[in-house]
T-cell receptor, first 115, second 114 residues
Framework: SAVISQKPSRDICQRGTSLTIQCQVDSQVTMMFWYRQQPGQSLTLIATANQGSEATYESGFVIDKFPISRPNLTFSTLTVSNMSPEDSSIYLC????????????FGPGTRLLVL | QKEVEQDPGPLSVPEGAIVSLNCTYSNSAFQYFMWYRQYSRKGPELLMYTYSSGNKEDGRFTAQVDKSSKYISLFIRDSQPSDSATYLCAMSPYGSSNTGKLIFGQGTTLQVKP
């Protein structure tokens, strides 16, 4: 399986500011994803990060709020823009691995608290 | 109605007990079924993977899928305190066009007491 790291591991931010979260994988992967895990809730897919093209966003998530970059096959960033306390959550990146098919491996997550 | 329903618990059992964790789902298109384990302050870790119906066993863990009932289960035998974690079921429709669209349950928090 892939080894996935995220930076920062946690942060406390003021409302109205933005935070960029980095995701690094030790192998080249085609598919990278960003999820949000709110307290007591299941993981919700924010977007699929496509290398060399715009990210594909799920319903309820927009590029202006969650801009994503994917400059190469091992790295992606998610920015949480103009933050409010409702953005306090765990943000996770994941990668799709081809063995077994259709499975994903997750990074350790970034714990964000917005005051 | 959520696509995937999972009792959040918490579920508390004594060490050595058999644990049964369950999810129900509504979308008959789901073909791939996974169980993830998430320790506190960690990312989800893939535990079991099953394609379509049937059983799969890996050590103390057994995953079952009953597509006719839209019901999946994870059994843990001889549970250990180290099994204390949140267990998330996840599902995906068949086909590469749906790559990435894992649908997760809410997660069940399990505590195994020594």
């Amino acid at each position: 399986s892939a080894v996935i790291s995220q930076k920062p591991s946690r942060d406390i931010c003021q409302r109205g500011t933005s935070l960029t979260i980095q995701c690094q994988v030790d192998s080249q992967v085609t598919m990278m994803f960003w999820y949000r895990q709110q307290p007591g809730q299941s993981l919700t897919l924010i977007a699929t990060a496509n290398q060399g093209s715009e990210a594909t966003y799920e319903s309820g998530f927009v590029i202006d709020k969650f801009p994503i970059s994917r400059p190469n096959l091992t790295f992606s960033t998610l920015t949480v823009s103009n933050m409010s306390p409702e953005d306090s959550s765990i943000y996770l990146c994941s990668v799709e691995w081809d063995r077994p098919q259709e499975t994903q491996y997750f990074g350790p997550g970034t714990r964000l608290l917005v005051l | 109605q959520k696509e995937v329903e999972q009792d959040p618990g918490p579920l508390s059992v004594p060490e050595g007990a058999i644990v049964s964790l369950n999810c129900t789902y509504s979308n008959s298109a789901f073909q791939y079924f996974m169980w993830y384990r998430q320790y506190s302050r960690k990312g989800p870790e893939l535990l079991m993977y099953t394609y379509s119906s049937g059983n799969k066993e890996d050590g103390r863990f057994t995953a079952q899928v009953d597509k006719s009932s839209k019901y999946i289960s994870l059994f843990i035998r001889d549970s250990q305190p180290s099994d204390s974690a949140t267990y998330l079921c996840a599902m995906s429709p068949y086909g590469s066009s749906n790559t990435g669209k894992l649908i997760f349950g809410q997660g069940t928090t399990l505590q195994v007491k020594p």
